[in-house]
C-alpha cells in the first residue's frame, strides 16, 4: 500500500518553497490581515520592502531563512503601528505561546 505524504510546497527550480511550517505561516497571516481590513496591503508591502534592504544594508546573507525572518520581522512591525500592539504584549503573547506549544502533547492542537 502506498501512502502519500505531505511535501513542500516545490518552486520552479524543485527546491521547496518553506523549509519551515512558520515560513508560510507568516505570509499566510499577513495575506488574512489585509483581507480582513485589520492590515493595509501598502503598509505591509513598504515595511516588508524595508525589512528586506535593512538586510541588505547589514550585509546578512540572501538566504530562505533570513528572507521569512525579514518578513515576521515587517509583520511584528505592522501589527505593531496598525493595530496598536505594544512590545510588552508581543513578547507577552510569544511567551503564552511558547509556554503552550512546549507543553502540548505531541499531535495535539496548541491552545493558547
Known sequence: MQTDTIKPLPRLDDEPT???AWQAQVLAIAQNLIETGAIAADDWSNTLG???RDLQVSAQADTVENYYQAALNA???VLQKQ????DKAMKQRKSDWTRAYETTPHGQ????
Not at 83 to 86: A, D, L, P, Q
Open 75 to 77: 509583520l511584528e512591525t
Open 50 to 52: 524595508a525589512a528586506l
Open 109 to 112: 492542537p496548541v491552545k493558547l
Open 18 to 20: 518553506f523549509n519551515e
Open 83 to 86: 493595530c496598536g500592539i505594544s
